[in-house]
């Protein structure tokens, strides 16, 4: 397909007609304008190449774009931070609960924790064991604790405590009930990483 522009003396380029040449026809003859030909490319190879750029675009902009986080699970790489001191810290304790929980967490492993434990029970009692746990999920952690414990007129007191523990962001919600030789105990303790 050919485009025909008329340009006459004016010097207004203007489309006259289209018109098919195969090379045997003859030029039109206008006085006074001079006739160009331009060749119109087919639409087709032009839309065909916009509909190639959109789906290629499209294309790379979606791939590997596939992303997941939580705010309140922490991953396995997460759980390596549990290496180290946690501690809480209670200023009024209630009746029959142990405070002032500490876990120094020295071994772990993909699904396990183990380290030395601290706390103070009701009656006085100082308690030093070790304390471990297995992850029951990617936020629980199944432990116990066990030990023995001095006070105030006692040498040795044994003293077993267990829960299932929740990890957050940077802390471990401990809810916990076990046996002393004064009696039972239960209670939540809030520890953090110092």
Do not use: H, R, Y
């Given at each position: 397909m050919i485009l025909a522009l008329l340009s006459c003396s004016v010097g207004v380029v203007c489309p006259i007609y289209r018109w098919s040449y195969n090379g045997a026809g003859r030029e039109p003859e206008l006085p006074g304008c001079e006739i160009s030909f331009h060749r119109i490319k087919p639409m087709k190879n032009r839309i065909l190449m916009v509909v190639l750029?959109?789906?290629s675009t499209a294309a790379a902009g979606c791939a590997g774009l596939d992303h997941h986080s939580s705010i309140t699970e922490p991953t396995a790489a997460?759980?390596?931070s549990l290496l180290g001191s946690w501690t809480s810290s209670t200023l009024i304790p209630t009746p029959g609960t142990c405070t002032d929980?500490?876990?120094n967490?020295?071994?772990?492993?993909?699904?396990?924790a183990k380290g030395s434990f601290t706390a103070s029970c009701p009656?006085?009692?100082k308690f030093t064991g070790t304390a471990e746990g297995k992850m029951s999920s990617?936020?629980?952690i199944d432990w116990s604790a066990?030990?023995?414990a001095t006070g105030p007129g006692l040498t040795s007191c044994a003293i077993t405590l267990a829960g299932t523990a929740t990890i957050g962001t940077d802390s471990i919600v401990v809810p916990y009930s076990g046996d002393t030789c004064l009696?039972?105990?239960n209670g939540i303790e809030t520890l953090k990483k110092h």
């Open positions: 750029s959109i789906a997460g759980n390596n929980f500490t876990w967490v020295t071994e772990q492993t993909a699904t396990s009656g006085d009692l990617p936020i629980a066990k030990g023995n009696g039972k105990v």
